[in-house]
């Protein structure tokens, strides 16, 4: 069975947890001689995909793959940057991760320097673009909805937004969320309430859709506000846009900084911000396990 097949295990219901000097079934030698640990997050993901998982992470041929950077950084890793990682149901991809005390951040956006134009269509906001890493120096870069799609199907995530102005000063919003697939134009749905000291500069919608300048998905019924601005999750035009136009400084023009990076209700709607970051971790993870299915494969 190929990376990625999930088949779910009629024998195991609940995450299991060897003891110290257990030995492991053979089915898990491989695992074991990577000399990693299975790291394990929601329980009901458990139930589902135990099989699929032990299978797409390539147990006894010595190759496995994270699906995201919270998976890496349970197996030990500490060092922020770019990693290979593949979620079920998906191709392998690299993306950039952020590794903090807390956690694994898989990074889904940043902008940093202005080295990327963000003003693109439906199918480069779907796929990804831009530098995620340009060799010792990290760049602009969207990783792309269907992959972000990807990695958020496997559990319950938090999205973490921060902000940074000219002035030194940064912000943070996070709050759980979801993200449909294609067939919804991607739909960001908030779950739950959104913490950090940020107020919600989305509208005071709980989902909204995706737009881009060939595709308006957005609330406003007389224009595409994507046409004017950038891909994003539009409501009407002046709650929130990560994605405008980057500025080195402020423009003096009005019109000119109405395209910019801004999030209405920290620095207002003519404010072009400095720097943003979006990443994503799941909200619940099981302990991980030191060793493998311990007898119920
Ligand atoms: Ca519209």
Not at 80 to 102: H, N, R, W
Not at 236 to 250: E, Q, V
Not at 285 to 297: D, E, K, N, Q
Request: glycine share 12%; aromatic share 12%.
């Amino acid at each position: 069975m190929g990376p990625g097949r999930v088949t779910p295990h009629p024998s195991v219901s609940e995450p299991a947890v060897v003891a110290p000097g257990t030995s492991a079934p053979s089915v898990c030698l491989g695992w074991q001689a990577t000399g990693g640990t299975l790291p394990i997050r929601e329980g009901s993901l458990w139930q589902q995909f135990s099989s699929g998982y032990v299978e797409a992470m390539g147990l006894g041929t010595s190759r496995r793959q994270a699906l995201d950077c919270q998976q890496l950084f349970l197996a030990g890793e500490r060092s922020s940057g770019v990693f290979q990682i593949q979620p079920l149901g998906s191709q392998p991809f690299k993306v950039y991760c952020d590794m903090t005390a807390e956690g694994g951040w898989t990074v889904i956006q940043r902008r940093l320097d202005g080295s990327v134009d963000f003003d693109q269509l439906w199918e480069a906001y779907r796929n990804g673009f831009g530098d995620l890493n340009i060799p010792y120096v990290s760049g602009d870069f969207w990783l792309g909805l269907e992959k972000t799609y990807h990695i958020v199907q496997e559990g319950r995530y938090n999205l973490s937004i921060e902000l940074q102005d000219w002035e030194g000063n940064s912000q943070l919003i996070q709050f759980l969320f979801s993200l449909g697939g294609e067939n919804t134009a991607y739909t960001l749905s908030l779950l739950g309430p959104v913490s950090g000291e940020l107020e919600n500069a989305l509208g005071d919608f709980r989902q909204l859709p995706f737009s881009t300048r060939d595709q308006d998905n957005d609330f406003k019924a007389d224009t595409n506000c994507a046409k004017h601005l950038s891909g994003w999750w539009f409501s009407t035009c002046g709650h929130a846009n990560l994605n405008g136009k980057y500025f080195r400084s402020i423009p003096r023009q009005r019109h000119e900084r109405k395209q910019g990076i801004f999030w209405k209700t920290w620095k207002g709607r003519y404010y072009p911000l400095k720097s943003t970051t979006l990443k994503i971790r799941p909200r619940g993870t099981f302990p991980h396990i030191s060793s493998c299915l311990a007898g119920r494969v």
